[in-house]
């Protein structure tokens, strides 16, 4: 799309030293940064001028000379004659990625959210602008410390969300509690502090919309809640839910800090269920087995129950009851969907479902017992081999009075189980957090807690199948709130590498899942760069290549480089490269091509030697960056069909660290439709005076169509005009003549000139004729062409307007 205006100006003051003079070397100053406007017409393609009613697509491009660290830019854009000549276009508005929209209804004032048409100044904001402006960055999450959060003791295993901005979040929810009780939980990791938006916990509800307060909430949690993350939309998460009509999957959105529904599955009451175990994913379904043994099913990308739902029974009922808490849990194996059920009374059984058949697994038409009448478990989990691959389900009792641990395989024959739970003596042992090592051993982290322990870790190492090298058996935390945390479970965080766990004592704490040492002294970031969101021109050509990715406001005294990593990948794709880091911190993007690869996630995990890069308010960041042109902001106007709005202009102003910017002036001339065209008028007369001073240019006349008989005899047939050139509007005139054929002084006396809409022209000649030649007939036209009318636009021309000189005889 072409431009059709664009002025740039830059001025850049160097100072010089003389050759061969010893002087001071004077660093010249540093370059201010450049706002360049330009606009294109979206409606009409290359239109200049534009039309009324185009929509005309205003562009600004920020080159920011400002230092290398992050320092604040704002760019403000009032929007001329909005309202009157052009009128914002709701939505339109556009910022690079790391600014922040505003929008303004008085010019002061900004809020937001966009109020649509009603704009009439915009404003992009960015506190950590750096320069360039091709770049983006994200907080490098410090070592997470024990943290006491508003769990009320019963907040369960943590759920890690990183916001756009890299801020890193925990979020919890307490297990069985009713449903108008508050118990939602967020804590800001990057703060150590609650998240913004409290106070917490919140309570959760079946209506979609923001997150209520007090004791409003309609959902009660369940015993031993799973979670699962919604794989197409970052933040969406889906928790089993109880209300008091029915149980089903729960909905929440935790970068909108809001409920995102709720959707029924099986009714409560006879023949219904009471409550169910948590959810599992697997081929785009939820899973959850109800209180009366039934599974249940819901689409994940349609949010609908899944056809056939709710299916036969794969085991014995649990606590089927009002305000009863089914005691149990599930995994997924190879596809299938395994639950565990401790019924009342009896022994504790693990069940299969085939998603493909929608019945019980081949080999599972009974549930298989795990342990004997009298025991009870929290958990189910995945059994894997030495390669990794996913060959069957366990469970692990709760230890009375010792654990029992008993493991299945996919088609229900008995399974080595892990044995690092058979030391344990009346604790609780809940489901595991499963994670790839740096070492590639693929390793379960278990939270246990009970009798005379006051919260561990178990782990165990499927690839080695034993209890994991290097890692206390059980892994106690003194240091996180004198050891008494009550282990619930943990969350493990991809990019810092480091374990999130939360359990009964309400404490939030890192946990090394290598050494099980606690803070986890490691950090990390992940910034997604797509040098594309930096332009909304339409245009192509503006990126250039990938260049690197830098550690900012660190010591690398304090990493231990050798030992961090990093992974690149297309975006939401698989990893591309592992680029190392060189002695500076860095790490070279150049050899990944950006038409190749249109959007990375350049993900760091380093290995700290300590945390003091990290206090003091000193926040380090992973920078990203590419070479490309200057980033843009953009928004849209449509021209008003006013007649009188005849251009569309616009101006941006700003200041960053270099100081106050303003941008050049782009003015593009509105055309005149057809509704817009203008009355032009000429009207020709004689003067009827007898005196030659009353015709002269202004004289009073009298000025007439017909001369009086016999006249011009007496002035010698020496007749004086006057035409008059009116142009009544709604538009302006450019380039007007007159048509005169018989009197050429008339048009050398008019030459060319404009004439503004509500205004006229007179223009005054005279002509020597012979009186034989009488009576004479003067006529006289205009051409013009409206203001603003596009190139090649051909002239218009008026009616033709007349006056007679009379003989002696008469007309």
């Known amino acids: 799309m072409r431009y059709l205006r664009s002025t740039l100006a830059i001025g850049i003051a160097f100072a010089a030293v003389a050759a061969g003079v010893s002087a001071p070397v004077t660093a010249a100053p540093a370059a201010t940064s450049v706002l360049t406007k330009s606009a294109q017409d979206v409606t009409s393609p290359g239109a200049n001028p534009v039309n009324h009613a185009d929509t005309v697509n205003w562009v600004l491009s920020y080159a920011n000379n400002g230092p290398d660290g992050p320092s604040a830019a704002t760019i403000t854009d009032p929007i001329a004659g909005a309202g009157t000549t052009q009128t914002y276009v709701p939505g339109s508005l556009q910022v690079p990625p790391g600014w922040t929209p505003s929008w303004s209804t008085d010019g002061t004032n900004y809020q937001t959210t966009d109020p649509g048409a009603a704009t009439v100044s915009v404003r992009a904001t960015n506190p950590g602008a750096r320069s360039g402006g091709t770049n983006l960055a994200n907080i490098l999450l410090a070592p997470v410390k024990p943290t006491a959060t508003a769990t009320g003791g019963d907040g369960y295993s943590p759920i890690i969300f990183r916001q756009p901005n890299g801020t890193v979040e925990a979020w919890n929810m307490y297990h069985h509690l009713v449903a108008a009780a508050p118990k939602l939980v967020c804590t800001d990791l990057t703060a150590g502090a609650p998240c913004a938006g409290g106070p917490w916990p919140r309570p959760v509800n079946t209506a979609p919309g923001p997150f209520g307060s007090g004791s409003t909430g309609d959902i009660a949690s369940t015993l031993t809640p799973q979670y699962v993350q919604d794989p197409g939309r970052p933040g969406v998460v889906y928790y089993a839910a109880v209300t008091a009509s029915s149980v089903g999957v729960g909905c929440l959105d935790l970068g909108a800090r809001a409920n995102?529904?709720?959707?029924?599955?099986?009714?409560?009451?006879?023949?219904?269920?009471?409550?169910?175990?948590?959810?599992?994913?697997?081929?785009?379904?939820?899973?959850?087995?109800?209180?009366?043994?039934?599974?249940?099913?819901?689409?994940?990308?349609?949010?609908?129950?899944?056809?056939g739902q709710p299916y036969a029974a794969i085991v014995p009922a649990n606590n089927n009851s009002p305000g009863a808490n089914y005691l149990g849990s599930m995994a997924i194996a190879a596809g299938k969907v395994f639950a565990s059920s401790s019924p009342s009374g009896g022994a504790p059984v693990l069940g299969c479902f085939d998603p493909a058949t929608a019945t019980a697994c081949a080999g599972w038409a009974t549930p298989h017992a795990i342990?004997?009448?009298?025991?009870?478990?929290?958990?189910?989990?995945?059994?894997?081999?030495?390669?990794?691959?996913?060959?069957?389900?366990?469970?692990?009792?709760?230890?009375?009075?010792?654990?029992?641990?008993?493991?299945?395989?996919?088609?229900?024959?008995?399974?080595?189980?892990?044995?690092?739970?058979?030391?344990?003596?009346?604790?609780?042992?809940?489901?595991?957090?499963?994670?790839?090592?740096?070492?590639?051993?693929?390793?379960?982290?278990?939270?246990?807690?009970?009798?005379?322990?006051?919260?561990?870790?178990?782990?165990?190492?499927?690839?080695?199948?034993?209890?994991?090298?290097?890692?206390?058996?059980?892994?106690?935390?003194?240091?996180?709130?004198?050891?008494?945390?009550?282990?619930?479970?943990?969350?493990?965080?991809?990019?810092?590498?480091?374990?999130?766990?939360?359990?009964?004592?309400?404490?939030?704490?890192?946990?090394?899942?290598?050494?099980?040492?606690?803070?986890?002294?490691?950090?990390?970031?992940?910034?997604?760069?797509?040098?594309?969101?930096?332009?909304?021109?339409?245009?192509?050509?503006?990126?250039?290549?990938?260049?690197?990715?830098?550690?900012?406001?660190?010591?690398?005294?304090?990493?231990?480089?050798?030992?961090?990593?990093?992974?690149?990948?297309?975006?939401?794709?698989?990893?591309?490269?592992?680029?190392?880091?060189?002695?500076?911190?860095?790490?070279?993007?150049?050899?990944?091509?950006?038409?190749?690869?249109?959007?990375?996630?350049?993900?760091?995990?380093?290995?700290?030697?300590?945390?003091?890069?990290?206090?003091?308010?000193?926040?380090?960041?992973?920078?990203?960056a590419f070479v490309g042109d200057a980033p843009q902001v953009c928004f849209k106007t449509t021209v008003s069909t006013t007649c009188t709005a005849t251009a569309v202009s616009d101006t941006a102003t700003g200041n960053d660290a270099t100081g106050a910017l303003t941008s050049n002036t782009v003015s593009l001339p509105v055309a005149p439709g057809p509704a817009c065209q203008p009355t032009v008028t000429v009207n020709k007369e004689i003067c009827v005076s007898v005196h030659d001073d009353n015709c002269q240019p202004g004289g009073p006349g009298p000025w007439a169509k017909h001369a009086t008989p016999g006249l011009l005899g007496l002035l010698l047939a020496n007749p004086h005009w006057r035409i008059t050139v009116t142009d009544t509007g709604p538009t302006d005139i450019t380039g007007v003549t007159i048509n005169d054929n018989a009197a050429p002084s008339c048009r050398s006396a008019a030459g060319t000139f404009d004439l503004a809409a509500g205004q006229s022209k007179q223009i005054y000649c005279s002509t020597s004729l012979l009186i034989s030649l009488l009576p004479f007939t003067n006529t006289a036209s205009a051409t013009y062409t409206p203001t603003n009318s596009p190139a090649g636009t051909p002239p218009s021309r008026t009616n033709d307007s007349s006056a007679v000189a009379c003989s002696l005889l008469g007309c």
């Open 260 to 307: 995102c529904g709720y959707f029924p599955l099986v009714t409560t009451g006879s023949g219904g269920a009471y409550g169910l175990a948590g959810l599992v994913a697997t081929g785009g379904n939820l899973y959850g087995v109800g209180s009366n043994g039934q599974v249940l099913c819901l689409t994940i990308a349609s949010q609908s129950p899944c056809p």
């Open 371 to 624: 342990a004997p009448a009298g025991n009870s478990t929290y958990n189910a989990y995945t059994a894997y081999d030495t390669a990794s691959n996913a060959v069957g389900a366990c469970a692990t009792t709760t230890g009375n009075p010792t654990s029992i641990s008993t493991c299945f395989t996919v088609s229900g024959a008995p399974l080595a189980a892990p044995t690092v739970f058979n030391s344990l003596t009346n604790q609780l042992v809940f489901n595991p957090e499963t994670a790839v090592g740096s070492d590639g051993h693929l390793r379960s982290y278990t939270g246990t807690w009970g009798g005379s322990s006051t919260g561990d870790t178990v782990c165990y190492d499927w690839t080695a199948a034993a209890a994991c090298a290097g890692f206390p058996l059980p892994a106690t935390h003194p240091s996180a709130n004198g050891g008494v945390t009550r282990d619930y479970g943990y969350a493990f965080d991809q990019t810092t590498r480091c374990l999130f766990g939360l359990g009964d004592a309400g404490i939030l704490f890192s946990e090394d899942p290598t050494t099980s040492s606690s803070p986890c002294i490691h950090s990390g970031a992940d910034v997604t760069l797509t040098p594309s969101a930096f332009y909304c021109d339409g245009g192509t050509g503006h990126i250039h290549s990938y260049t690197n990715a830098r550690l900012e406001n660190m010591n690398l005294a304090n990493v231990d480089l050798t030992a961090s990593t990093a992974d690149v990948s297309d975006t939401g794709g698989p990893v591309i490269a592992h680029p190392t880091f060189a002695p500076d911190g860095t790490l070279d993007l150049s050899g990944i091509s950006p038409a190749a690869h249109p959007s990375i996630t350049v993900s760091a995990h380093l290995v700290l030697n300590n945390s003091n890069d990290f206090t003091g308010g000193n926040q380090p960041h992973l920078v990203v």
